[in-house]
């Protein structure tokens, strides 16, 4: 007897191993992505002209390219661009590349990040990999599945990002480099992801933890960069770090991509590991256990939401108070100069640096905003949202609610964002009015928030399908912002970021912040209104 069952416990599972069925849920991936990833490697690839172009412009003269040159080796700019090489010499394509390689490296991997969530963690807590692991499919086969699509997805923007290098004056062997070097950077936050899929049972938990690490990365290749102008010993700390150490047009070099292919290969085969100890939906990372009994205190549909809400507040807040003290406390490498065409700050370069942070704070609260307002789409397509609609809670108070909540949170962390920023730069170039300054500077720009909130509240309710436009409305702002050059007005009047005033740099002005919110008012009104009148979804 102990026999028979040892040997059928040793036996594969009917139809065979753990990758069975790999090849069907990698079509399937791609079927469902057909729109999603052909818009990302596109988007990324076309920014690489765009960029060229607007630098094109600013450099017309051979004295406005050597000036535009001598920005690099400002330890301020190279925070944020990172380690420049080639410049002695300056060309427009290198300068191309010192400045705008980070955008890319963001851009390859974010897209990895939600591509890797949504194939793998996102499909358990749905429920639809348990339905499909009933049939013949392996243990393996939707992580394996999901990790091919990221490959090929990475290989599509190899070759596209390196034909827009090529038109934008790039040799093809630098080309080559620069988009192998993006792609590389993409694959490595896909392990990333892979890894951080097992941990937690909630696709946003595993995606925000991947982003955290993204973010950590960012910071480690800054600073490195900020230390020496070709990256200082923290760069090398950074997958980041390793694309730009490839050093595009100038003593190029293949092997630093080495460190992306092995950081890759055991990423996955850590996911790979963790994967085969856990059950199916659940996490290695053990969930709370929570009370016997809600208190009193949640029978209210507001303070509900902002219970659901509390452990995202409580990583967004604490993120976004770090990030204000580390850009604050920069503010004093600024008393020494940077040019003023970077910021647009005219003769105030302290002024023009803090209040560009300002702004920067509030389109990270903007996604804290869209993603929790997007999540009441994913509670309704999952059913929950009809049961509670089945109690005397009505619809009117469980969406007022829920944007109440997400509003109250956003104006929180602009708080936190704000002090952060203030005491940071207070501390660099002591001046203690600087905290309440800028506290002042982010939380007058709050209009922009419940502006992204009651649009997305208002596509929730008349058309919930389109409800990640918002996400649109969000990129079109910040690129207006940091990347426009000289786009007409017309068109930066199109974006709800473009109305406020920049404080400190501007002076404060009423009228803007009375019109957005009145307008964000008119669109949360329309949302609820619209979802009162619509039927639910997936109840």
Not at 44 to 51: C, K
Not at 55 to 80: I, K, N, W, Y
Not at 311 to 338: E, I, T
Not at 516 to 533: D, H, I, N
Request: overall charge positive; charged content about 15%.
């Amino acid at each position: 007897m102990t026999a028979a069952v040892a040997a059928h416990r040793a036996a594969p599972a009917a139809g065979g191993g753990p990758l069975t069925g790999t090849g069907a849920m990698l079509r399937l991936a791609l079927r469902r992505d057909r729109v999603k990833l052909p818009a990302w490697t596109l988007g990324i690839a076309l920014l690489l002209p765009y960029f060229a172009a607007v630098a094109g412009r600013t450099t017309s003269t051979r004295e406005d390219l050597e000036a535009a040159a001598q920005l690099v080796s400002v330890p301020m700019l190279r925070l944020f661009t990172g380690p420049a090489f080639g410049m002695e010499a300056a060309t427009l394509p290198r300068y191309v590349i010192a400045v705008y390689f980070v955008e890319f490296l963001l851009g390859a991997a974010l897209m990895n990040i939600l591509l890797i969530a949504r194939h793998t963690r996102a499909e358990e807590q749905s429920g639809r990999a348990e339905l499909i692991r009933a049939a013949v499919v392996g243990r393996h086969a939707p992580l394996t599945a999901a990790l091919l699509l990221a490959a090929i997805t990475n290989a599509v923007l190899t070759l596209l990002l390196a034909i827009a290098a090529v038109g934008v004056g790039l040799p093809p062997g630098s080309a080559l480099l620069f988009a192998a070097g993006t792609a590389a950077t993409g694959l490595v936050f896909a392990g990333v992801t892979a890894v951080t899929a097992q941990l937690t049972e909630h696709s946003r938990g595993a995606a925000g933890l991947a982003g955290a690490v993204l973010g950590a990365v960012w910071v480690i290749r800054g600073v490195g960069a900020a230390q020496e102008v070709h990256g200082g010993p923290l760069t090398w700390w950074s997958p980041m770090g390793w694309a730009q150490f490839t050093r595009v047009l100038a003593d190029e070099r293949w092997w630093p991509l080495l460190l992306s292919a092995v950081s890759t290969a055991a990423l996955v085969a850590t996911a790979y590991a963790l994967s085969a100890r856990r059950d199916l939906g659940a996490g290695l990372l053990p969930a709370r256990r929570g009370r016997e009994s809600a208190g009193r205190w949640l029978r209210s549909p507001f303070t509900l939401a902002l219970r659901l809400q509390r452990a995202s507040l409580l990583w967004w807040g604490a993120s976004l108070a770090v990030a204000g003290l580390v850009f604050g406390a920069l503010a004093g490498s600024m008393r020494a100069g940077v040019a003023e065409e970077f910021i647009g700050a005219g003769p105030d370069v302290l002024g023009g640096y803090l209040s560009l942070m300002a702004v920067g704070m509030v389109f990270l609260v903007g996604v804290f905003t869209i993603l929790s307002a997007t999540r009441l789409r994913a509670e309704e397509t999952r059913g929950r949202v009809a049961p509670l609609l089945a109690a005397p809670t009505g619809r009117w108070a469980w969406l007022g609610a829920s944007l109440l909540a997400t509003a109250v949170g956003a104006v929180a962390l602009l708080a936190l964002a704000g002090v952060g920023l203030g005491v940071g730069a207070a501390l660099s170039v002591g001046e203690s009015g600087l905290v309440g300054e800028l506290t002042a500077a982010v939380l007058v720009r709050t209009p922009e928030v419940l502006f992204l909130l009651a649009l997305t509240a208002a596509l929730f309710g008349l058309a919930p399908r389109a409800v990640a436009l918002s996400w649109a409305v969000l990129a079109y702002g910040g690129f207006v912002r940091f990347w426009a050059g000289d786009l007409p007005d017309g068109f930066r009047s199109l974006s709800p970021f473009d109305h406020i005033p920049r404080m400190p740099l501007e002076d404060f002005r009423l009228a803007p912040l009375v019109a957005l919110t009145a307008l964000a008012a008119a669109l949360a009104l329309t949302g609820v209104y619209g979802f009162r009148r619509r039927d639910l979804d997936g109840g």
